[in-house]
C-alpha cells in the first residue's frame, strides 16, 4: 500500500474525531493526501449497517451476532473506501477498526479470543493499520463530554453510549490491553489534556513512527 492507514481507538468522548480532523488539517498543510473515514460506517452498505446496530436493533442477538454485522460492515468498508485509497497512495485517518470490536464484542462480549482472531483473519485479509492511536481517559469523563455533545445536538445515548459506568471502565482496560499486546502499532495517548496538548502527542507519535507523513510531501526542485 502506498498510503498509510492510521486508525483512532478510545472510549465514548474521547475526542477521537475532533483529533482525526485536527491531524487531517495538519497533513493537509503538508500536501499530503488524506481521507477520513468511520466505522461502523465509511461506505454506502456499511453506513446501513451503522444505523441498525447503533439504533440498537441487534442488541437483543447478543454480541457475536453484534461482532459478524460489524465484520460485513468492514469486509464493504475496506473493499469500496480504505484499500483502493491506500493503493492511491492516500493516508487513511479512521475513527474506529477492528480493535473497536475486539474491545466491545470480544472482551467485554465474552466471545472467545480465538474466535475473534478467525473473524478478523477473514475480514481483513491482511490489511492492518500502520499505526493505531488510543485516546486514554477516565470512563466518567468521557461519558460526561458524550453527554454533553448529545444535549448540544439534541441527540440521544447510542446502542453503547447508554451503557451503565462498569461496561465503560472495563472498555477502558481492553484498550490498554490491546496496546500492551501490540506496542510496535499501539500508540496510548492521554486525552484527558488540553485539545492543544493531545493534538501535540498525536505529532510526535507521527514524527516518531510514520516520519514519512510528516516530511512536506512537495519539495524544490534540485539546483544544478
Same mark, same amino acid.
Given at each position: ?12 468522548? $474521547? ?13 493537509? *498543510? ?48 475496506? %473493499? ?15 475513527? *474506529?477498526?477492528? %480493535?473497536?470490536?475486539?474491545? #466491545? ?24 493499520? %500502520? ?16 453527554? $454533553?455533545?448529545?444535549? *448540544? ?18 472498555? *477502558?482496560?481492553? #484498550? ?14 492521554? $486525552? ?31 539546483? $544544478?
Amino acid at each position: 500500500m502506498a498510503g498509510c492507514f492510521i486508525t483512532f481507538e478510545g472510549g465514548e468522548g $474521547a475526542g477521537k474525531s475532533t483529533q482525526i480532523e485536527r491531524l487531517k488539517n495538519r497533513l493537509e *498543510r503538508l500536501a499530503q493526501p488524506v481521507l477520513v473515514t468511520r466505522e461502523p460506517g465509511g461506505s454506502p452498505h456499511a453506513e446501513e449497517i451503522r444505523a441498525f446496530i447503533l439504533g440498537g436493533h441487534a442488541k437483543h442477538l447478543g454480541p457475536f451476532a453484534e461482532a459478524l454485522m460489524f465484520a460485513a460492515a468492514r469486509i464493504d468498508h475496506l %473493499d469500496q473506501t480504505i484499500v483502493p485509497a491506500l493503493r492511491s497512495g492516500t493516508h487513511v485517518l479512521c475513527d *474506529r477498526f477492528a %480493535d473497536s470490536t475486539r474491545a #466491545y464484542q470480544g472482551s467485554l462480549g465474552n466471545i472467545d479470543k480465538g474466535l475473534i482472531d478467525r473473524l478478523e483473519k477473514v475480514t481483513l485479509q491482511g490489511v492492518k493499520p %500502520d499505526l493505531t492511536l488510543i485516546l486514554d481517559l477516565p470512563a466518567e469523563i468521557g461519558l460526561a463530554r458524550a453527554g $454533553a455533545r448529545q444535549a *448540544r445536538k439534541g441527540e440521544g445515548a447510542d446502542r453503547f453510549e447508554e451503557e451503565d459506568i462498569s461496561f465503560h471502565q472495563s472498555l *477502558r482496560q481492553a #484498550y490498554l490491553s490491546i496496546a500492551e499486546a501490540e506496542p510496535k502499532r499501539c500508540v496510548v495517548v492521554d $486525552a484527558n489534556q488540553d485539545l492543544d496538548e493531545v493534538e501535540t502527542a498525536i505529532w510526535a507519535a507521527l514524527c516518531e513512527r510514520l516520519p514519512q507523513m510528516t516530511e512536506h510531501a512537495v519539495r524544490p526542485l534540485d539546483v $544544478a
